[in-house]
């Protein structure tokens, strides 16, 4: 349900505690902690694990609280920082140190201002992150880096309030459709939030509203209807860097009341929006611009960045909403999307999975360049003979440019000849070998990668940064860091250099 890479090459991935055992044993035999969770039972299950992303080996992790439907980030140090769940965990930090190979999560319980179940979080230019929303929760908070004990502030945010649809009346009888709303930093320093079918800029230190955006049309876009979006890729010139977000997908703003079954007995599968939409964040005047349309409508989908530049879209189904057994028809076939192409040309469907990812499914790019794909439970608990069962399969999907024919074009990046320590706006080197023939700069690009903590279809803190250059030679490019916290905030990335469009396997740099 939960994942982050870090920067050790592990990806950690965690679920419910509250909901029954797992599939595996939390080790060694007898290892059975009473659980808080379950009336402290005695819990031999394992609901987290770290998993080495280039041998497929894996160990438990304990995990005590409950984190279902959290959030997270990395911090500038490289621990993985998860927050809020529901439950006894709806308030706790929970911190994996990337440090220790054998760490457990440590919980500090009540820590957080509000309760923050199905929120999110975006790192700032500082290391420390604003947690925004949650159900019922119309405010956000920062999370200082590197420490799990602060004093924490809440600030209040009517704008969440304001994009929710109401409750119904009686139990569980929530519609929303603006949780884990969509966060991304722009390059002044202001945090862009979209949430169901509007979008604010506002400035997290003050909690004053710099901007109200254009209401987006169509539906809606955040869980449950469960659209994508992501900050496109961050060109670094020395003159304003722009910013645009593109959002798509996502479903009717009556397509989950339709179909859940605490509302209605005659459910409705709604069909998926196809539409796309693109906005300049750091135009004061910009509008949403209509983008082609996918080709064809997804919801509960990932929207993953490759390090040339271009996207994939995978994971999701083309009818329905997030939640329990509320979807049908999985969409299969990944699609490339290049936003740089001519209007009509920006999306290309690749081969299709046979394992349908549903709902509590994750994607995410690792460094040798394939997307990393897992997950998929539309159950409250285990069900391995359903039409779309609990899902216990990992899956690696190579995007086109790992093609074998494009194999002696990619470029070598031996990390031993390579910076790996860059200071904002400061020259660094990368050793690189080119085996595609005479190398044109132009034919050139260095992207960093900042590796997003992913669940329910948004990659939170995920962005892609194009480097300037300042010399590139057969062995050797001199590349220009990014300028500052406020473009790339201080913590690991992964770097690649792409030659014509076909990237190395990414080694991991630190920025500050």
Not at 170 to 185: C, K, R, S, T, V
Not at 215 to 230: D, F, I
Not at 337 to 349: A, D, V, W
């Amino acid at each position: 349900m939960q994942f982050q890479l870090m920067p050790n090459n592990k990806a950690v991935w965690f679920d419910t505690t509250s909901l029954g055992p797992s599939a595996r044993e939390l080790g060694p035999p007898g290892n059975c902690p009473k659980s808080p969770e379950m009336n402290f039972k005695p819990d031999c299950f394992a609901h987290a694990i770290a998993y080495d992303v280039e041998t497929a080996q894996s160990r438990t992790i304990y995990l005590d609280g409950e984190p279902w439907c959290s959030s997270g980030h990395l911090w500038p140090n490289g621990d993985l920082v998860a927050t809020g769940g529901t439950r006894g965990g709806v308030r706790s930090v929970r911190v994996l140190s990337m440090a220790d190979p054998k760490a457990n999560f440590v919980e500090k319980k009540n820590i957080l201002a509000d309760k923050r179940w199905y929120s999110s979080n975006q790192v700032l230019e500082d290391g420390s992150a604003v947690v925004v929303g949650g159900r019922s929760s119309f405010s956000y908070e920062i999370v200082p880096p590197n420490k799990p004990d602060f004093h924490p502030k809440k600030f209040n945010l009517p704008f969440l309030q304001e994009t929710t649809v109401p409750k119904r009346p009686g139990p569980g009888m929530y519609i929303e459709n603006n949780l884990y709303p969509f966060l991304f930093l722009i390059p002044d320093g202001n945090v862009f939030l979209f949430a169901n079918d509007r979008a604010i800029l506002f400035n997290a230190q003050t909690g004053v509203v710099v901007r109200q955006f254009p209401k987006l049309p169509g539906g809606a876009r955040n869980y449950p209807a469960s659209g994508m979006a992501a900050l496109l890729p961050l060109t670094i010139t020395p003159d304003n860097i722009q910013a645009e977000v593109v959002v798509c997908g996502g479903n009717s703003q009556d397509a989950y009341p339709s179909v859940d079954s605490k509302h209605t007995k005659n459910r409705v599968f709604t069909p998926a929006l196809r539409d796309c939409h693109r906005i300049l964040a750091t135009n004061p005047t910009s509008t949403w611009v209509k983008e082609q349309d996918m080709p064809s409508g997804r919801c509960m989908g990932d929207l993953v960045h490759l390090p040339n530049g271009n996207l994939i879209m995978i994971n999701g189904a083309h009818k329905g909403v997030a939640g329990w057994e509320n979807a049908m028809d999985p969409n299969l076939t990944p699609v490339l999307y290049t936003p740089n192409k001519p209007m009509g040309q920006r999306f290309k469907e690749m081969v299709p999975t046979t394992i349908a990812r549903m709902y509590h499914s994750v994607a995410a790019l690792i460094p040798d360049g394939k997307i990393l794909v897992a997950g998929s439970n539309p159950h409250s608990k285990y069900l391995l003979k359903a039409e779309y069962p609990t899902e216990l399969r990992v899956e690696k999907f190579s995007p086109p440019y790992l093609d074998p024919a494009l194999a002696a074009q990619r470029p070598v990046v031996p990390p031993e000849t390579s910076d790996k320590v860059l200071k904002y706006g400061k020259d660094f080197k990368i050793g690189v070998k080119f085996q595609g023939g005479k190398v044109n700069p132009p034919d050139v690009k260095v992207t960093l990668y900042y590796p997003p903590f992913t669940t329910h279809g948004f990659s939170m803190n995920q962005r892609l940064l194009i480097l300037p250059l300042k010399t590139v030679a057969n062995d050797l490019i001199t590349a220009v860091a990014p300028p500052s916290g406020k473009v790339a905030p201080p913590g690991y990335y992964i770097l690649f250099v792409n030659f014509r469009g076909i990237p190395s396997k990414g080694i991991w740099v630190h920025v500050d």
